[in-house]
């Protein structure tokens, strides 16, 4: 695998027509009227789904030895809400309800306060759960233990085990149960305490934030600016610490590589990943967000030229959301669902069809990635089954753990 990623020779697009008998499968499919593609992958969806619980909770005892998000049991918890939230499945339900109470048992006393990989993620979920099924004692159980989750002196700032993470569960909250769950000045406290730690390390005169985790001044989506700015936008800050995100954004536009992609981190000068967590797909999920809460086409403007790298040099040898091709799919759906630009959609159902198509022969011949834990979430194929759910309905979608 001498090459992160495929050389896209995709059509740039193709007209959905009926009965059309194209070069290979993967054109069949991507000629294929959306109503028929829908249903092959609900499908594959659903036979995904069915295996990643098997595999990560049948078969490991129904127990929750890794609670995250990331690449635990509570990542397949969250694939069972997607699928009840898609097919209206009440044993889905049922299911991720069982799953999250082991994972509120394994993370008791965890030091981590996200979403993805700490416990507000699963008292976020559980209190969203309990409500679905009607369970009053238990959405209050949850609801308490979101509020008793208290944030260690030296909490970090960036979304995987930082203080973005826990108000992106905050933000989740307030989604599903109602605003003002977590009351929104509760959230503004914790945004102007990241606004404050990111003025310490700006650069004068050029970026006004700047944070670092482990050392590094990181840019993307999982540990740095681009995950950071993205949640702060969801927090009603003050008029002046709007303009210190807007020109973070800027600063990052300015100073990404002639390629159009962007630096894993401060002067970092090789340009190689195209992935959420590292590089432009991360960027354009940020960007798109900023075009949106700005309304400043120079945002979608930038978003479009990073959303061309991840078309060029996105298709990894790898499936999952952190970094493979169905994360990088959701930069797609993120500019369709802002702009209705079909030729946005288009590009979705490529980046899905060749997963559709291609991900298990291509895994078992060795030229693609299965990921380090296989079935979860963040790095395996209970994503691939995550984006499949996704694109069945693409204005109801969103990167799983990231777009609210
Ligand atoms: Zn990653």
Redesign the pocket.
């Known amino acids: 695998m001498a090459n992160r990623f495929f050389p896209n020779d995709l059509p740039e697009f193709v007209e959905e027509k009926e009965g059309v008998v194209a070069q290979s499968t993967l054109h069949n499919l991507l000629y294929l009227p959306y109503p028929k593609l829908t249903d092959k992958l609900l499908k594959a969806a659903l036979d995904l789904k069915d295996k990643v619980v098997k595999e990560t909770w049948v078969r490991s005892g129904r127990r929750a030895k890794d609670y995250t998000l990331y690449t635990g049991a509570f990542g397949t918890a969250f694939l069972l809400f997607k699928s009840y939230q898609v097919t209206s499945n009440r044993s889905d339900l049922g299911l991720c309800n069982e799953i999250v109470r082991a994972c509120d048992q394994a993370s008791q006393g965890s030091p981590f306060v996200t979403f993805i990989c700490g416990r507000a993620g699963v008292c976020a979920l559980g209190a969203v759960v309990a409500k679905e099924a009607g369970d009053e004692d238990l959405l209050s159980y949850y609801l308490r233990s979101f509020r008793e989750i208290k944030m260690p002196g030296d909490v970090p700032n960036e979304l995987l085990y930082g203080r973005a993470g826990y108000l992106w569960a905050c933000s989740f909250l307030n989604k599903h149960i109602g605003e003002g769950t977590i009351p929104s000045t509760d959230m503004s406290s914790i945004g102007e305490d990241i606004i404050l730690d990111g003025k310490r390390l700006a650069i004068k005169g050029s970026c006004p934030l700047m944070f670092e985790w482990y050392g590094e001044k990181y840019w993307g989506a999982?540990h740095g600016l681009a995950g950071i700015m993205h949640v702060l936008m969801d927090v009603n800050l003050k008029p002046e610490d709007l303009e210190y995100v807007k020109g973070t954004l800027h600063y990052m536009i300015q100073n990404r590589f002639p390629s159009g992609n962007y630096p894993s981190s401060e002067g970092f000068d090789t340009d190689r990943l195209v992935?959420?967590?590292?590089g432009a797909p991360g960027v354009a999920l940020t960007l798109t967000k900023a075009a949106q809460v700005f309304q400043d086409k120079l945002f979608l403007k930038a978003a479009a030229e990073a959303a061309d790298v991840v078309w060029n040099r996105g298709l990894l040898k790898r499936v999952g959301i952190?970094?493979g091709v169905s994360g990088n799919a959701y930069v797609f759906l993120s500019l369709y669902r802002l702009t209705g630009n079909v030729s946005y959609l288009y590009q979705a159902k490529a980046f899905t069809c060749f997963l559709l198509d291609r991900a298990n022969k291509l895994i078992a011949e060795g030229k693609m990635h299965s990921g380090d834990h296989p079935c979860s979430l963040f790095e395996g194929q209970a994503g691939m089954a995550y984006l499949f759910l996704d694109m069945t309905t693409p204005s109801q979608s969103g990167f799983p753990a990231y777009e609210v």
């Open positions: 999982a992935h959420w967590c590292h952190c970094h």
